[in-house]
């Protein structure tokens, strides 16, 4: 009984001592919630919001206290969010970050703070690729650098600091061609000469010479016969030439292999790669862009998403490289202008109204016993008891009233180039029109239009690169003048209008004031007694005058403030090659090259360029006998090596020379003891009808491979001593008939 008793007394004891918890507990929260609203008050939004979580804690359920904590945080994410924009702004990004993250903290769903952490990142690694941009070009890795800020501007077009970079490496690199992906052997240097050649030929001299394999298709002729001369020229230029005089095109398969194809359009079709592009327009209108690379490029395949206002381009690689350039030229913001316009209509009036106003007519009303007249004899009984006056009322007017008002209006409107803004100020006047339905039955409605009543300007700016500011003003300045009812009982109004339309040009910040839009009104009118009233001075006492002046003149002052202008672009962003209009085939570099000046064979005159180009005199009495191409057993210059020093270089070319010397010899030997066996010709054709396959060489001496710079190297007989040709030696004259031909 005593624990029953005890567990009793307990269950009791538990409602009071809960309900004295929930009273303090509400005693905290309120208190919370008014230090709280004390601290806001304050400007102490972090301290309050603290206060308020506070409260929140101590009554969950409590829609006032979770009101006032939602609206806290809030405040308190706009602020901190506001804050990390401007430390953004001025270049303080670590402040920025906090401050985003701050915000988030309160509310992680915060989209501002989100976007503002990303263009935070964003910015970061910009400034990465703009640095590593930077060493590049420090170390001349121009190709490196543009990829890198072509990555960076794609991304962030309105990156100053990175288009600033990419213009400087434009006009470093100004003068070379844009590169192809070849290997850096592409540019190097060569000197080659080949008359009435076998095109393979040229191209296996050009591939000893630059390590590039070339891959003919099956309808190139291989066999067709080319001329080219080319000192201290690249081996880019060579090619170039090569496939343009031979109606050829070729494409990158790797970073040492090109493929040579003709020139038709099914061989484009098949050879050709195509890349696509997706071009973001931040300034220009997609459809304009797309209709000018239709016009310029020829390009069929263009896409246009005006909703998000870019172009997505399918072409050869060569034309997205120009497309890219054109864009650029015409994706530029627009100039804009900020008119800072002043109105201003003063209205002077002047009122004089002074003199003794007369009655203008009396009445004499004699008094009878009718009421609808009298009789004669009740006239003759008349008297001034039975005379009864009316009108007799006067008035002194001693009244002058000026009135000076201004209307001023100071609009300051912000337009872009050669687009129309409006201002109106002033009232809508409404007019009601009736209208009656024709027909049996009909019925009658009314209409109501609106008058602008007031100040109207429109202007229209013209943007010049000189920064100067063509403005189409027209104003118009209307004032309501009376009001009049029809016949029908509808209201219709009277305006008075002024009027004025121009168009002036201006220099930035020039101000100018167009004024004389004058209306002057003089009104006269006068009440007195005829003869008397005329009288001066004297006249007011017999009469009123009343002189009513106005003066309304409208001022108009504009100043234009111009905001951005239209940037003009550089000379190699305006100008630039575009291929033929058959092709869009790249120029190679023409730049000009140092001769390299190489040791020559004695008796032989060297000439400029990488490797020397030897021409020897032929034997006196024997005909000369050039190799065909298509001998194998021609000896040639082996490969330069690369990297050599140049008296390492200067003792192989010698250590060549003397081999070619020999196997020369060799070879004439060979064709004289052919000769003597075979019958003597009766006359001596020319080289080219006679020439004849050369012997192979002998096992002892194998024939190194010919430098990409040298032409082949004619045999001829045995000669006694070398004799140079030199390029300022006139050419010598045809050979008679049965004399040898000289080497050309």
């Known amino acids: 009984m005593e624990v029953f008793l005890k567990q009793h007394r307990r269950r009791l004891a538990l409602p009071p001592l809960l309900a004295l918890v929930l009273a303090l507990g509400g005693c905290a929260g309120q208190m919370a919630y008014r230090d709280g609203n004390t601290l806001m008050a304050q400007d102490q939004v972090e301290a309050g919001l603290l206060k308020y979580q506070e409260a929140l804690k101590a009554e969950p359920t409590n829609a006032e206290y979770r009101a006032a904590y939602v609206q806290a945080r809030d405040r308190a994410v706009q602020g901190f969010v506001r804050e990390a924009e401007r430390q953004s702004a001025d270049g303080q990004p670590e402040l920025a970050e906090q401050g985003w993250r701050r915000a988030l903290a309160l509310d992680p769903a915060n989209e501002r703070a989100r976007a503002g952490l990303r263009t935070l990142e964003r910015n970061q690694r910009h400034a990465k690729l703009l640095a590593i941009a930077r060493e590049h070009v420090a170390k001349g890795e121009y190709d490196l650098a543009k990829q890198r800020l072509n990555a960076l501007l794609t991304e962030t077009p309105s990156n100053e600091p990175a288009r600033q970079l990419l213009r400087e490496v434009t006009e470093k690199t100004a003068p070379s061609a844009a590169e192809t992906g070849l290997a850096k052997a592409y540019k190097q240097p060569i000197t080659i000469e080949f008359r009435d050649a076998p095109l393979k030929q040229v191209f296996e001299v050009i591939s000893r010479r630059s390590n590039l394999n070339f891959v003919f298709d099956k309808d190139v002729k291989t066999d067709q016969r080319t001329t080219v001369l080319l000192r201290n020229s690249t081996v880019e230029a060579a ?126 009303t004699p008094l009878t016993q009718f009421a609808d007249g009298a009789t004669v004899n009740e006239l003759r009984n008349l008297n001034s008891d039975r005379i009864l006056l009316s009108g007799i009322t006067g008035a002194i007017n001693i009244n002058k009233t000026d009135t000076d008002s201004n209307l001023l209006a100071n609009p300051r409107i912000r337009v872009r180039n050669k687009q129309k803004a409006n201002i109106v100020i002033g009232d809508k006047l409404p007019v009601v029109t009736p209208t009656v339905s024709g027909g049996v039955g009909g019925f009658a409605s009314e209409s109501v239009t609106y008058v602008d009543v007031g100040l109207k300007l429109a202007v229209e700016p013209t943007i010049y690169l000189n920064d100067e500011i063509a403005i189409k003003v027209e104003l118009e300045v209307s004032n309501l003048v009376s009001t009049l009812t029809t016949r029908n009982g509808s209201t219709a109004y009277q305006l008075g209008t002024r009027q004025a339309s121009t168009t002036l040009q201006l220099k930035d910040g020039e101000n100018q004031v167009l004024a004389g ?99 020897l005199a032929p034997a006196a009495q024997t005909a000369p006998v050039m190799l065909s191409p298509s001998q194998p057993s021609q000896p040639s210059l082996p490969s330069q090596p690369s990297g050599p020093s140049p008296q390492q270089l200067q003792q192989q070319q010698l250590q060549q020379m003397q081999q070619i010397q020999q196997q020369q010899r060799q070879q004439q030997q060979q064709q004289q003891q052919q000769r003597q066996e075979q019958p003597q010709p009766q006359a001596a054709q020319p080289a080219e009808q006679n020439a004849e396959p050369a012997l192979p060489a002998p096992e002892s001496a194998p024939a190194p491979a010919a430098p990409a710079e040298e032409s082949p190297i004619p045999s001829v007989p045995p000669p006694v001593q070398d004799v140079p040709l030199s390029r300022d030696q006139p050419a010598p004259l045809p050979p008679a008939r049965g004399q040898p031909r000289p080497l050309q």
Request: charged share 25%; proline share 7%.
């Open 517 to 615: 839009l004058i209306n002057n009104e003089q009104r006269g009118t006068g009440n007195k007694i005829p003869g008397a009233g005329d009288l001066p001075i004297l006249g007011r006492l017999f009469g009123t005058q009343r002189d009513d002046n106005q003066k309304t003149e409208i001022v108009l002052s504009i100043t234009p403030r111009l905001i951005r202008n239209v940037q003009r672009p550089e000379a190699s962003a305006s100008e630039f090659s575009a291929g033929t209009d058959a092709s869009f085939r790249r120029r190679p570099d023409m730049s000009p090259r140092p001769a390299v000046q190489m040791p020559a064979l004695p008796g032989a005159q060297p000439r400029p360029g990488v490797g020397a180009v030897i021409e």
């Open 239 to 364: 090619i170039y030439f090569l496939l343009l005089t031979n109606q050829l095109e070729q494409q990158v398969m790797d970073a040492n292999t090109v493929l040579i194809y003709p020139n038709t359009a099914a061989k484009q079709k098949e050879y050709q790669e195509m890349t696509v592009k997706t071009f973001y327009l931040a300034n220009a209108d997609a459809k304009m862009v797309a209709n000018t690379l239709k016009t310029i490029l020829k390009t069929r395949d263009v896409v246009v998403d005006e909703k998000l206002n870019l172009l997505i381009v399918r072409d050869n690689p060569e034309a997205i490289r120009l497309a890219e350039r054109v864009i650029a030229t015409q994706d530029m913001p627009e100039a804009e202008v900020m008119l800072e316009v002043e109105i201003l209509e003063v209205k002077r009036s002047t009122l004089m109204n002074l003199g003794v106003q007369w009655p203008g007519s009396i009445g004499i």
